[in-house]
């Protein structure tokens, strides 16, 4: 069948039994619904037991209904309790439900009251209920009568947790007159219907009058001291807004004001055409002229902490000025955005931006950025322009570009660096692209030790909070970056000029790198070599070789794969050093010319002797540095910290017949500086030498005894 014009689905079973017996008529129902309802609302299952007598005249009886999952939009009613008690001319009614509102908040409701059958007037005498965490409750009784010329609704108030709404409303002989008054209502509670807001109170009153299918009225609301969460975490960071409606034959018209006070103000006019059709009240004319103007002062700093972006800073103004034309189909918009010397760090990058000039001009359905212009402290410049169309609400289409010129983006104590190049941006409602091209003209990265032992970090649970300010796992940034995907192609190239340096490394590197993927999800593939550079290994230098290579391909392996090739001599032997593999797994091979084993290679060039002239102690270090080349090493010792046997770089011990034992430890205080001490048993034999490597083929050497005497010698190698 149909009710109110909707089509019923659903099965009806049961029994109904009307017996009319003289001035006796008597109702049973017994009646079960299992997917009934209509395009508004669906019920999985009901049941529905009563029986009333003296059906026409006065009644008596109940009538007792059991709903099971009933299912109204967002609305979902789990269960709910009606039961209805005849008696004569008055019927009372209770009735219980509890379920899930919109945006999926739980709630809880119960209400009372009574109906007059022979007057058409009813009264509701309790309402109460929560909603979340929100509780309210019925304050003042509402009445409801019904007349031949129209009905009248009187004043009902309703409390919810420090603030009130009251509302009345009539309809007679086709006049209308309604009133809401609403007064210190907390904004936390909008986020039971997706406002964004934690902190704060509203008030305000709306007025209509005019027929049902033709009202005019008034709108006044403020919103006092309005926070989202983010402003709670701010501290002292609220917005005032007052805004103001009417609604007239043909035309609503809305002001608002935005104050966030001592960080800026924003004000809104705007009128809007209404036609008028015999199927809807009102409706926005898509064809009729639309008019209104946008205002806005702000201070740049504030909007960091809006977004709650801790590592960014901005100061400067904005001023803007827009005014709105055309129709609501068609719709024009004129004005400019204007930024003067603002500035821009991020404390986490070490970037800083200043001297920033900003201007974005709007024309009809089009945002243009004109310019955009700022310098690093270097001098080096940044610099954008593009465009935005908007076709409609949902489609829109953009295009940009951002130079950079000798820009010193990132600068801090460990790294450093310099970019040259153009992006290209690019993209619709659906998704984006980011293509270019971007030189490295000159980069440091300083490679520091990582500490022993790290902070642990502690699982936070929090407990009791509402399901309306749960927040999402997923901090804002990721999840925009998967609802939107931004495709990525840029090529960047390091022409030498990039300086590694760690506690036992210096170097210098070029090579390519080329970023593809998404945003969300980049594929870095490329090659780096090293120009020029040393490591110091086992208390040597090591001259790292032109056919040294680091490997990335992220798309294949998430690891690079490093090919290091690196060389030393010492007296007669020249050692090559290979660390091969992923960065978790790198193995170390070491080779010599002439080509000697492993153990004697690593004893010349760790105390320059035959393995057969060493002394026991220097065994111990021998081993120990053997063992380095078992198994593989999770990173590059040279990278990650100081390569040499630790405390001290060399330790021996000497037994001679006529001075007797002497103990020798030694240590390399720089790269270029080595200290030795010597210790005999014999009277005045401690002796310290000091070795000064000016150049890789030039040193000297400095002796001084117990007794102040002492030597000075330079010593001159090449090797062929």
Not at 265 to 285: C, G, K, M, R
Request: charged content about 20%; proline content about 5%.
């Amino acid at each position: 069948g149909r009710v109110v014009g909707q089509e019923l689905r659903g099965t009806l079973t049961g029994d109904v039994v009307l017996a009319s017996l003289q001035d006796d008529s008597t109702l049973d129902l017994d009646l079960s619904l299992e997917q009934f309802g209509s395009a508004y609302a669906t019920v999985d299952k009901a049941a529905i037991e009563g029986s009333v007598r003296r059906l026409f005249a006065e009644p008596t009886g109940v009538v007792d209904a059991r709903i099971e999952t009933l299912t109204a939009s967002a609305f979902q009613a789990q269960s709910t309790g009606i039961l209805a008690r005849f008696g004569g001319n008055s019927v009372e009614f209770e009735s219980e439900s509890n379920g899930v509102a919109a945006n999926s908040i739980p709630f809880d409701a119960s209400l009372a009251g009574a109906w007059r059958l022979d007057e058409s007037a009813g009264s509701l005498t309790s309402f109460e209920g929560s909603l979340d965490t929100y509780a309210f409750a019925l304050r003042e009784g509402a009445r409801m009568q019904f007349k031949d010329n129209g009905f009248v609704f009187q004043p009902v108030l309703v409390g919810f947790e420090t603030g009130t709404i009251r509302a009345r409303a009539s309809v007679i002989e086709d006049a209308l007159e309604a009133d809401v008054e609403l007064d210190a209502l907390p904004l936390a509670a909008g986020r039971l219907v997706g406002l964004p807001f934690s902190a704060g109170t509203v008030a305000g009153k709306l007025e209509l009058r005019g027929t049902p299918d033709r009202p005019t009225g008034t709108a006044v609301i403020d919103i006092a001291s309005a926070q989202t969460p983010i402003m709670v975490e701010q501290r002292g960071l609220y917005a005032d807004i007052h805004m103001e409606s009417q609604l007239a034959p043909g035309s609503l018209t809305a002001s608002a004001t935005l104050t966030v006070p001592q960080n800026g103000e924003a004000s809104l006019q705007l009128t809007l055409p209404l036609s008028a059709s015999e199927d809807t009240v009102y409706a926005v004319s898509m064809e009729d002229s639309l008019s209104g103007v946008l205002m806005c002062n702000l201070n740049l700093a504030v909007v960091p902490r809006l977004l709650a972006l801790e590592r960014h800073l901005l100061n400067g103004n904005a001023t803007a000025n827009f005014t709105f034309a055309g129709t609501p189909g068609d719709p024009r918009l004129d004005g400019n955005v204007v930024v003067a010397s603002g500035e821009y760090e991020n404390a986490e990058f070490g970037t800083f931006l200043k001297n920033a000039s900003v201007e974005i001009r709007a024309i009809d359905d089009r945002l243009e950025l004109t310019r955009f212009d700022a310098v690093d402290p270097t001098g080096g410049t940044v610099s954008a322009e593009g465009a935005l169309v908007v076709s409609s609400l949902s489609e829109f289409h953009y295009d940009a570009a951002m130079l950079f010129g000798n820009a010193r983006l990132v600068h801090r104590d460990d790294v450093s660096g310099h970019i040259e190049g153009k992006l290209a941006l690019s993209g619709d409602q659906d998704s984006g692209r980011i293509s270019g091209a971007l030189t490295v003209v000159e980069s440091s990265i300083i490679l520091r030790p990582a500490p022993d032992q790290s902070i642990p970090a502690l699982e936070v649970q929090y407990a009791n909070v509402p399901a309306a300010f749960a927040e999402s796992e997923e901090d804002t940034v990721t999840g925009f970056l998967k609802r939107y995907p931004i495709a990525l192609d840029v090529s960047v190239r390091i022409p030498g000029r990039t300086f590694v340096r760690a506690p036992d490394v210096v170097t210098e590197w070029d090579g390519d790198r080329r970023i593809r993927g998404t945003a969300d999800a980049p594929l870095i593939a490329g090659r780096i070599s090293p120009v020029r550079g040393h490591i110091s290994f086992l208390g040597r230098r090591f001259i790292l070789q032109p056919e040294s290579t680091v490997n990335v391909d992220t798309e294949a392996s998430p690891v690079p794969l490093l090919n290091l090739v690196a060389v030393t001599t010492r007296n007669d032997v020249t050692a090559t050093l290979f660390l091969r593999g992923p960065l978790d797994e790198l193995q170390l091979e070491m080779t010599s010319e002439p080509p000697l084993p492993r153990e004697e290679i690593l004893s010349r060039v760790l105390f320059g002797r035959n393995m057969s002239e060493i002394s026991p102690v220097q065994a111990l270090q021998l081993a120990r540095a053997i063992a380095m080349f078992t198994g593989t090493l999770e990173g590059v010792p040279f990278f990650s910290g100081p390569s040499r046997l630790p405390v001290i770089d060399t330790f021996d011990v000497e037994r001679d017949e006529e001075e007797g034992t002497t103990v020798s430890v030694g240590k390399y205080v720089s790269e270029d500086i080595f200290v030795e001490l010597e210790q005999g048993t014999g009277v005045g034999t401690s002796r310290a030498n000091v070795e000064f490597e000016v150049t890789p083929h030039v040193s000297v050497e400095s002796s001084v005894g117990a007794n102040a005497e002492g030597g000075l010698g330079i010593f001159w190698k090449y090797d062929y």
